[in-house]
């Protein structure tokens, strides 16, 4: 019976890829990422995961590499962050409509200028179109879960799509925690071996990434949209399995003592932790708030949003990213699209904050909230609220 | 011991704490300097506490560090909750200075709980502290840096100052500390060890100031 | 496939649209394409095979006494082959009506 050890979430990343014996890693390094890919370099040149470990020369490269890796059926992982993630970008979009099963965690890092290596969503939310299935953890335990499924999930033959798993740069990449690592045992029995349909193969050619022309681009799109979607089904099994094998279940959406709850606050990430402290310190003081925190991003989860906020009147949105010059938080503006097709009356108020590193605390998330509130009640001059800026 | 008590008292059920999960949580800050390992022994006592059962949790300051540079480390350790706060701390139970140095071009006592402790690597009096730097609270003191040199050979302070905390604040056994040293240090963990061992047995324990009490 | 580009529907298309039947694309009649057509006075060939090297269409086959021949069903008229033989075997013509 395995029990907890303190180690930083980025090593248990590591052994969580070695656990799933992971057949190609191909990375390059950038902070708060560095611990995972460097840790997994270790663990190849010990022989302790037997894996090829491509040092490419940018990430770029990592992902392109990973597309060939993945192309010919090998179980690919990589990792990245911020800019990182945008280096990378054009690649994304063909990972996910070549239908590739690649599983890549993105330790979320602010977007430059100024250069900031602290953590917000910034990346993640500059990413959201790009097909991949998105999954966003809380702590440490969360995300090396959330890798083993990802590689059941990506390789799944319902699915065959990419998978990123966000976790906050440095609050939880370089967190020291208690985690649990499942017995190898175990995992080999949750994780099949990968099995690509339509490899390449010199034996049984294929070519792959075709020509799409204006006659058929449409369908090719449909087909991705499509197969996105049904994905959900799969994931919500794999958490169901997983659950039920190692004791951790994981929802789409998570409602914190949100049952029945006039005002609920919505958040991502690990964030959504120190949200819970500050329910639980409002509900004691009598106030009648809850929190939902969202877990998959993509495929989005239309139904379970609109299901945990029926009862609501009030529903405050933090968002960790800024899209300017726009709605303001991209979270909230797909929450508002999400509730408008339902036509549920619902007050909704944006707010903005823990921006390129910004600690909130729990007190912050109490005034959030308070703020929240009274702007339901008087409105705002403003698409969103921006919270904790000095003025 | 006085302090002792009162950071026992501190822990369990004190009127201060109104939130609920925090009433079991102690919070520690350790200043140091880049290089010297304030991070490292933030990690060992964190890993020694998750040895015990416990919820713990270690973070440095988060960015590009660079060697001689003051850094802080924290650490969260919980007796019987999941520690959902991962900000920096700002108000500490318990602070750690390894190197002396610092105390004049840092506030270490900055946000130090009513009844917190400073544990701290020096050669001065407790007197003497308390006047140079306006300290008031207690005070645990242990000259580190002649035990690391002894037993290490080096002036590296970092796992010998966790003895002093664990004497100071007996928030855990300094037995469950031996196996993530082994673990870190492989052939050098035993001399680590005698020198958690020592700075254990050297530590003074100084409780408030006279004029403190009754504050 | 026997339905056209623009006849296929989402669900027709296989993952990510990949071809799973190799050289596919010899069914373009690329042969349409040219303006002009090579013609050959195999007296003068010695068989050394670089129009075959060069042939961008990869059109260019043996026949059963060793000449080498443009396949006209692929053949684009490029006329690399004619510029390429070293012994002037082929000449470009304008294609007929």
Known sequence: MPSKIGMEVSVAIGEAVRLANADVIAAYPITPQTHIVEHLAELVADGKLDAEFMPVESEHSAMSACLGSAAVGARTFTATAGQGLELMHEVLYIASSMRLPIVMTVVNRALSAPLSVWGDHSDAMAVRDTGWIQIFAENGQEVVDNVLCAFRIAEDRRVLLPVMVHLDGFHLSHMIEPILLPEQGEVDQFLPPNQYPLPLDPNKPVTMGDFGPPAIYTETKWAQEVNLRQAKEVILQVWNEFGDTFGRHYTPVECYRCEDCRVLLLTMGSFSETAMSAIDKMRSEGNDVGLIRLRLWRPFPFDEIRQAVRNAEVLIVLDRALSFGGPGGPVCSEIKSALYQSGRKLKIVGFVGGLGGRDISIAGFEEIINRGIEISEVGSPHEFEIFGVRE | ?215 | MTKSEDELTWKDLEIASIVTEPGSASKYKTGDWRSQRPTYKFKKCIKCGLCWIFCPQACIYQDDEGYFVADLYHCYGCGICAKECPTGVITMVEEGE
Do not use: C
């Open chain 2, 1 to 215: 011991m006085r302090a002792f008590e009162s950071l026992q008292g501190r822990f369990y059920g004190d009127e201060e704490a109104i939130v609920i999960d925090t009433a079991q949580l102690v919070e520690i800050r350790w200043h140091g300097r880049g290089g010297q390992g304030a991070v490292t022994s933030a990690e060992l006592l964190a890993q020694a506490a998750i040895y015990e059962d416990k919820y713990a949790q270690a973070f440095p300051s988060f960015g590009p560090e660079r060697r001689g540079a003051p850094v802080q480390a924290f650490v969260r350790i919980s007796h019987n909750q999941p520690i959902r706060n991962r900000a920096g701390v700002t108000q500490p139970d318990v602070v750690v200075v390894l190197d002396p140095g610092l105390l004049s071009i840092v506030d270490v006592t900055s946000g130090l709980k009513k009844n917190g402790i400073v544990v701290l690597n020096t050669t001065k009096q407790a007197e003497q502290i308390r006047q140079e730097f306006g300290i008031s609270s207690a005070l645990a003191m242990v000259d580190a840096t002649t035990i690391a040199r002894e037993l290490l050979g080096v002036p590296i302070t970092n796992t010998t100052m966790i003895g002093a905390v664990v004497r100071a604040t007996e928030l855990i056994k300094l037995e469950s500390l031996f196996e993530s040293v082994r673990r870190r240090f492989a052939r050098l963990a035993e001399r680590n060890i005698e020198a958690m061992k020592r700075a254990y047995e050297e530590t003074v324990v100084e409780e408030l100031a006279i004029d403190q009490i009754g504050r």
